[in-house]
């Protein structure tokens, strides 16, 4: 037999389940998933702002084809990177990586920041009126590939981030070894106009430079240079959050196919956040006309 409660029971039954899952959700702040679909392991470091709650822990392995999930505190802020190409160094024994390095000398960051280059997620969760602000920035520099996707039950969220192989269309004076990883241009030359510091320090004067345009037109989504806030900054309320290192399998933007030209899309702005498929041919074409182009023009 089925019970059918007023319209009034309903309502207040509604609001009863709401208010639960407010209270769950403040209590618990959000759930971060860490997947890696790169040829090889990474190291996910993770550095909280001074402000904030600490999260389980500083710095994992996360070997290819693996995830990793944890619940954040409420009103956690701060950042994630990969760090790859890692190991305990000899006779020291200390923990080193390639790009991404936090220097701890050990799998744990406690409390240290990536040595640029390197792609950031960044976070700050609950803040003004509960929204979660979220956005991948290549400001530091970039060393692979990194998509930030979003489920709520609230908001239509944006997935953000950057799915394109930077490390080969890298301007030579921004390669670091043998295209490990992309310098920024602050980095690389550390002129003010590029560091947006000293007379630059406002966005009024530091203006997009010729080496932040080329990571704006590969990953439109990303943060390029440091007021680049209008088209890169995301919120959402009440989420969780998937941070895949290589959404396309380690592939590189030329190659990519399938679920990797979707990712690809979604973060260049092409794509609806709902699945479609789209031409592989088509895709590759195009990606690998950019890559060629921007080869030729950077190269020197």
């Known amino acids: ?10 309502s207040f039954f509604s609001i009863l389940v709401c208010c639960f899952f407010f209270t769950w959700r403040s209590a618990n702040g959000s759930k971060f998933t860490f997947i890696n679909k790169c040829k090889n392991t990474v190291w996910p470091g993770i550095l909280s702002n001074s402000d904030s709650p600490p999260l389980p822990t500083t710095g994992f392995e996360l ?12 009103g956690w802020s701060g950042r994630f990177w990969a760090r790859t190409g890692c190991a305990f160094s000899k006779p020291t024994n200390l923990f080193t990586c390639s790009t991404g390095d936090c220097g701890s000398g050990t799998l744990e960051c406690s409390g240290a920041g990536a040595n640029p280059p390197a792609t950031l997620a960044e976070f700050t969760l609950g ?4 929204k979660d602000f979220y956005d991948v920035s ?4 970039y060393n692979l590939p990194m998509v930030v996707d979003v489920t709520s039950t609230i908001d239509e969220c944006l997935s953000t981030g950057c799915s394109v192989d930077l490390n080969r269309v890298c301007p030579v004076k921004l390669r670091v070894r043998n295209g490990d990883a992309c310098r920024s241009a602050c980095e690389a030359f ?10 630059f320090s406002n966005p009024n004067t530091c203006q997009p430079s010729v080496y932040s345009r080329m990571f704006k037109s590969a990953c439109p989504r990303s943060y ?11 919120t959402c309320t009440s989420a969780d959050y998937e941070v895949t290192f290589c959404p396309g399998g380690g592939q590189s933007l030329a190659n990519a196919t399938g679920a990797g030209v979707w990712l690809t899309n979604v ?14 041919f088509r895709q590759a074409f195009v990606s690998a006309s950019t890559i060629f182009i921007f080869d030729l023009l950077f190269r020197y």
């Open 1 to 10: 037999m089925v019970v059918l409660l007023p319209l009034s029971n309903l």
């Open 63 to 74: 070997p290819t084809g693996t995830r990793r999930s944890f619940q954040s505190p409420t």
């Open 127 to 130: 803040k003004n009126g509960g």
């Open 138 to 141: 290549l400001v530091d520099g």
């Open 190 to 199: 550390g002129r003010p106009e590029y560091c947006c510091s000293g007379v």
């Open 224 to 234: 390029s240079y440091a007021y680049d806030d209008a088209t890169s900054t995301f």
């Open 267 to 280: 973060v260049r702005g092409d794509a609806p956040i709902t699945r479609k498929r789209f031409s592989p």
